[in-house]
């Protein structure tokens, strides 16, 4: 079936550092790929999606480019701030049946000041 | 902007109880889901619910599950016989028929079993 893998973490930055979490995915046909975060003690927020290869989603500074050919959908931001700490998941939609969505294990991101 | 709500926000209750957790979905919407997140794990898919009925289920939701949607706008989980690793958050989705199959989640209801 369809999955997602994630690059483990804890990821720890100091504050103004480059961000790069890993995303890749299996998928029969070409999902939809989503990057939720999940801040301490809350619920999961939609942070960017894409629906179609070379589609780039953008939100708060974070962007992730969906990549046909290496079936990845990899998050990035120039410069992290210590309000960006949180979990990030990565997520498809699946491309049968109900149309579920299959989360990756989450990187928790940690920014230092 | 119209939002996906879940009551109650926490819930505790023995080992052995009986839970409901409820969801209002988004009024238009007709495809609903429930997600369990055991803590510091990843987001897993229970079940989804079309047309009065479940149209698919993960393993997960065994027996001790149900889902109904009793009346136009509420749409419940129940645990029959909660156990001590049911404790984790569980998060409502619901989405429109046609579109982007875009799902909408709820701000999720925390379980504790003791």
């Known amino acids: 079936g369809n999955s997602v893998t994630q690059m483990e973490g804890p990821v720890t930055l100091s504050e103004e550092a480059f961000l790069t979490i890993n995303c890749t995915y299996t998928a029969t046909g070409y999902p939809s790929l989503f990057w939720y975060v999940q801040y301490p003690g809350e619920g999961l927020q939609l942070l960017l999606k894409a629906t179609k290869a070379d589609d780039k989603g953008s939100n708060k500074g974070f962007e992730a480019t969906y990549r046909k050919e290496t079936t990845s959908f990899h998050l990035e931001k120039g410069s992290v701030q210590v309000s960006d700490s949180a979990v990030y998941f990565c997520a498809l939609r699946d491309t049968s049946g109900t149309y579920k969505y299959i989360f990756g294990t989450g990187t928790r991101l940690k920014v230092l000041a | ?114």
């Open chain 2, 1 to 114: 902007e119209p939002e996906v709500t879940q009551t109650p926000s926490h819930q505790v209750t023995q080992m052995g109880q009986e839970v409901i957790l409820r969801c209002v979905p988004i009024s238009n919407h007709l495809y609903f889901y429930w997600y369990r997140q055991i803590l510091g794990q990843k987001v897993e898919f229970l079940v989804s619910f079309y047309n009065n009925e479940i149209s698919e289920k993960s393993e997960i939701f065994d027996d001790q599950f149900s889902v109904e949607r009793p009346d136009g706008s509420n749409f419940t989980l129940k645990i029959r016989s909660t156990k001590l690793e049911d404790s984790a958050m569980y998060f409502c989705a619901s989405r429109t028929s046609g579109g982007a199959y875009e799902q909408f989640f709820g701000p999720g209801t925390r379980l504790t079993v003791l």
